[in-house]
């Protein structure tokens, strides 16, 4: 069963302190970690800055949406994030979880 990750993240002050070279290192370290994980199946489904004016908008100020084939290449995505020390430089929420229809959804909060 596909699972999902939902990232919700803004810059730390490490990030904003970081030169424009150590920025291209950062994500050239980021890019290599990809092939691994698009192997096992791992897609980004969506990346961008969230919508500020939106309503119940979050404080966060960027969202990634990702897609993996089960348990096993979601962990080895969020395992990956961490390794790659992005939480040094970015706060960030993660939620993640198997994906269901909106009915599925529906009888899971029903369930409560």
């Given amino acids: ?3 999902y990750l ?3 993240y803004s810059p730390k002050p490490a990030w904003l302190a970081l030169d424009q070279d150590g920025r291209r290192r950062f994500f050239e370290a980021v890019g290599s970690g990809m092939a691994t994980l698009s192997a096992l199946g791992v897609e980004a489904i969506a990346l961008g800055e969230t919508d500020a004016a939106i309503l119940h908008a979050p404080s966060q100020k960027f ?12 962990a080895a995505l969020v395992s990956g994030i961490a390794a790659s020390r992005w939480h040094d ?3 960030t ?13 529906l009888t899971q909060l029903a369930a409560l």
């Fill in 6 to 8: 939902a990232e919700l």
């Fill in 89 to 91: 430089y970015f706060d």
């Fill in 93 to 105: 929420i993660n939620a993640t979880g198997p994906g269901v229809d909106l009915g599925g959804h």
């Fill in 1 to 3: 069963m596909a699972h």
């Fill in 63 to 74: 969202f990634a949406i990702w897609r993996a084939p089960d348990a096993t290449a979601m």
